[in-house]
């Protein structure tokens, strides 16, 4: 990630990089709600999406937020999602809109901004508004064919296009059709025949109207351009939910973020739990370690680990204002040292003497977290509703429970089934991994600010008890504590507990659920017949334009999260609210093939295996 080279020319921030100004520099605030922030009209929709090309200091942001939050005719949630590729370190921004005048108008939302702004890495983040989700996406303006979202708007603002001409090119025009919903406006300062020609060849109508403070400017509107897809057996579906009632099988961490995150979209969540209360699961833990995944480079599955690791950090600090203490990671295998190695210059790892310090890491309460969020998304809970089946007629779930009077009227389903997934999914190629862990509390014996992780870990102290974990076994299915494992766990943290007196008060076991190649299987429940029949021929078709699949209509799965629940469950909600609502995936979309319940079947089609 580059770091902007900055300087102020008649007071206004120029460019090193691009030898140019941010904006006008006599009229910056003007100048901006006339080109983008006051330049459409919104729609009364559920949602609305504005994308940005260049996000510099911000200031398009918080004046589109600011009219946003002040409208009375405006949808219910703006989207707003803006790519920047070079870094602004977060005192500096500060500084800039104090040097600019702007600071007291926008310190509200700038504050709030900066508490939560990330470290200098190329990356997908998100903020939380009221009301509003901004998307800031650190890259390189190549990144938009790894984003999927349908714009409303468009702000097209970096700088001019003889100094940036990859910011109003082909390939970007392209994207930008592929990413536009119809009537789509663009709004830009420029008025260059370069960006005219290549808007109107990807399906964009221009116009020129009256510039500001100069002769004239752009404007288009997308008239629609055909794009098809080489994997549309993962892109989306549209699916129409008869109601925005939505029935959550499960009540763990992955249903915890999944109820909050559609509570804030208005929809009516209940959550059907098979125990009495909550807690009972892995999720129950009297602590936990939220960490990441230390892969080499490049490795999808460690990719995808920093993404979770880093936002769910985000989230809980933004959402239930937690703070954290930080991780150490420790690599105790020859592996494990080539990967910490490889990962040196990584703003998420201090890395040093096979050792790696994530400040953003540490312990949790995870019985805290879940229940807290499920507090916040006002989910009813039904305990003592073990699921059997559900019917689907009228567009609409009932749902059969042993024991217990059937529930019916649900637009949407969604399995957060944990380790129990076994039971209820037998799709082809997807094999599921019920495991059994167990963890050990130990009357305190290490005073530690700081959670260790090696090949095992141990927590700080927290009410008189020090957890420490945990074991892994595939084929045991007991509920019962076992003395053999509370030993293994102590023998995994060994390297921490040197000459200490050690006593063990307890043990809680929990069940999780693995997928076999170690990612989490979230998305649209697929029609799997479909696939088999439309797809069969991939082996020798797989580099060719696909036909979209077909799903089983509003079912959605989220499991085999395994032990690093807490880190990946917010991308998975992310993704789910994408699925079910018209807004931004929320995350690279190279990571939806890794984690699409059809990826196992393709897989296999690919190989010729069926």
């Known amino acids: 990630m580059k770091k902007a080279n900055i300087i ?92 600019l005048g702007f600071y007291d108008e926008f310190k509200e939302y700038l504050e709030e901004f900066l508490k939560f702004y990330p470290k200098c890495k190329k ?27 349908k714009a409303d708007v468009w702000y097209l603002d970096g700088f001019s296009p003889n100094k940036n001409k ?52 752009l404007r288009a509107f997308f008239k629609g351009y055909l794009v098809k897809d080489k994997e549309a057996y993962f892109a989306k579906i549209d699916q129409k939910a008869k109601n925005k009632k939505v029935a959550i099988i499960g009540s763990g961490i992955c249903a915890a973020l999944l109820a909050y995150e559609l509570s804030l979209r208005g929809f009516d969540i209940s959550i059907f739990e098979k125990h009495s209360s909550l807690g009972c699961g892995a999720s129950g833990n009297e602590s936990g370690i939220l960490s990441s995944l230390i892969l080499k480079p490049n490795v999808s599955l460690g990719e995808f680990s920093q993404e979770s690791f880093i936002e769910a950090s985000r ?13 150490f990671e420790f690599a105790h295998n020859d592996l494990m040292k080539q990967r910490f190695l490889s990962q040196k210059n990584n703003p998420l790892f201090a890395i040093k003497d096979n050792q790696a310090f994530l400040e953003d890491g540490g312990v949790i309460d995870p019985k805290e977290i879940v229940k807290t969020l499920f ?16 019917e ?5 779930f009932s749902l059969q429970f042993k024991e217990a009077e059937k529930k019916d009227g649900f637009g949407i389903l969604i399995y957060a089934l944990g380790s129990d997934a076994k039971d209820f999914i037998n799709y082809d190629g997807m094999n599921l991994s019920k495991v059994r862990g167990q963890v050990t509390h130990l009357k305190p014996v290490l005073d530690i600010k700081y959670s260790l992780s090696s090949k095992g870990y141990i927590c700080p102290i927290k009410n008189d008890i020090q957890v420490i974990g945990a074991s892994y076994d595939r084929l045991d299915d007991n509920l019962t504590p076992k003395d053999l494992d509370d030993k293994e766990n102590i023998e995994k943290v060994s390297e921490f507990l040197k000459d200490k007196n050690i006593a063990i008060i307890g043990s809680k076991v929990g069940f999780r659920s693995y997928s076999s190649d170690r ?19 991939l082996l020798w078709t797989k580099n060719k334009e696909q036909n979209f699949g077909k799903n089983i209509p509003n079912l959605y799965l989220n499991f085999a999260h395994g032990s690093r629940a807490f880190g990946t469950s917010i991308l998975a909600a992310r993704y789910i609210c994408y699925l079910i609502n018209k807004e931004p995936l929320g995350f690279f979309k190279k990571f939806v093939p890794d984690i699409h319940p059809a990826r196992f079947l393709i897989r296999n089609l690919k190989k010729g295996l069926l």
């Open 519 to 537: 990612f989490c299987i979230v998305g649209a429940a697929y029609d799997e017949q479909f696939y088999k029949i439309n797809y069969k021929n």
């Open 166 to 217: 990859e910011m109003f090119d082909e390939k970007l025009v392209f994207n930008m059709a592929r990413l536009s919903n119809f009537k789509a406006q663009v709004c830009t300062f420029s008025a260059s025949s370069f960006l005219r020609k290549n808007l109107e060849k990807f399906g964009f109508e221009t116009k020129k109207v009256a510039g500001f403070k100069k002769r004239e400017m």
């Open 8 to 99: 102020f020319k008649d007071n206004t921030p120029f460019s090193l990089d691009f030898d140019d100004f941010y904006f006008n520099s006599k009229d910056g605030l003007n100048e901006s709600k006339y080109i983008y922030s006051e330049a459409f009209e919104f729609t009364q929709e559920d949602n609305f999406v504005i994308a940005e090309l260049g996000f510099g200091i911000g200031l398009n942001f918080f004046l589109t937020l600011k009219r946003f939050l002040k409208s009375t005719k405006r949808p219910k949630k703006l989207f707003y999602i803006s790519i920047e590729g070079f870094y602004i370190e977060k005192e500096f921004l500060r500084e800039i809109y104090k040097k």
């Open 123 to 149: 990356g997908y983040y998100r903020f939380y508004f009221k009301d509003c989700f901004l998307d800031l996406v650190f890259s390189d303006i190549n990144v938009l064919n790894d984003l999927e979202f």
């Open 392 to 396: 689907y007629a009228n567009d609409l």
């Open 375 to 390: 507090a916040k998304s006002n989910a009813k809970i039904f305990f003592n509703h073990q699921f059997i089946s559900y």
């Open 315 to 327: 989230f809980y600090r933004q959402i239930l204002n937690l703070s954290f203490d930080g991780v």
